[in-house]
T-cell receptor, first 113, second 113 residues
Framework: NAGVTQTPKFQVLKTGQSMTLQCAQDMNHEYMSWYRQDPGMGLRLIHYSVGAGITDQGEVPNGYNVSRSTTEDFPLRLLSAAPSQTSVYFC????????????FGPGTRLLVL | DAKTTQPPSMDCAEGRAANLPCNHSTISGNEYVYWYRQIHSQGPQYIIHGLKNNETNEMASLIITEDRKSSTLILPHATLRDTAVYYCIVRDDKKGGAQKLVFGQGTRLTINP
């Protein structure tokens, strides 16, 4: 199993540009989520999904859209990038049972100029 | 989910046991204690979790006080590769789809040679 994969690893955007951060997992996990981590800070939840076709907001959802058309993929879209979105983005997945371990991807470093 | 309090930083000598404390005085009966760590801006890595009994696995031991208001993560023989930020997280696994991990600031553990 590849686990949780994220692309790209690093991206530079100009203010106002849009882009999609890709996340995929091959563990047949129902639950997937996106976090952002600013320098020196803990992770904050952006959006999450409990299955294909179902998404919900986390604590910092503004400026981000998500969709979940398949179990494997959970892309994060920035419609109009802002410097405040400069951060490291982590995708995670876990099974739906009790006490399931959450697995994290390697992260995408995003710089918005 | 209950909030947790951890010291911002700790040091430990290589080969000694590292004991990382966590306070969760508002924990409720259904909430589990989870520990994750993040090495050098990689994605967080699961370490261990428990409800009320002490737990041990190949990575660490988790000691939970009888009143469950605090816990200690123990790395029995710390190595330089254990230098990381350690997060203590409390979560109710019986909340169905709301299986979110809320990360605080964590403890930055430095293992010294």
């Amino acid at each position: 199993n590849a686990g949780v994969t994220q692309t790209p690893k690093f991206q530079v955007l100009k203010t106002g540009q849009s882009m999609t951060l890709q996340c995929a997992q091959d563990m047949n996990h129902e639950y997937m989520s996106w976090y952002r981590q600013d320098p020196g800070m803990g992770l904050r939840l952006i959006h999450y999904s409990v299955g294909a076709g179902i998404t919900d907001q986390g604590e910092v959802p503004n400026g981000y859209n998500v969709s979940r058309s398949t179990t494997e993929d959970f892309p994060l879209r920035l419609l109009s990038a802002a410097p405040s979105q400069t951060s490291v983005y982590f995708c995670a997945s876990r099974g739906y049972g009790y006490q399931e371990t959450q697995y994290f991807g390697p992260g995408t470093r995003l710089l918005v100029l | 989910d209950a909030k947790t309090t951890q010291p911002p930083s700790m040091d430990c000598a290589e080969g000694r046991a590292a004991n990382l404390p966590c306070n969760h005085s508002t924990i409720s009966g259904n909430e589990y204690v989870y520990w994750y760590r993040q090495i050098h801006s990689q994605g967080p890595q699961y370490i261990i979790h428990g409800l009320k009994n002490n737990e041990t696995n190949e990575m660490a031991s988790l000691i939970i006080t009888e009143d469950r208001k605090s816990s200690t993560l123990i790395l029995p023989h710390a190595t330089l590769r254990d230098t990381a930020v350690y997060y203590c997280i409390v979560r109710d696994d019986k909340k169905g789809g709301a299986q979110k991990l809320v990360f605080g600031q964590g403890t930055r553990l430095t293992i010294n040679p």
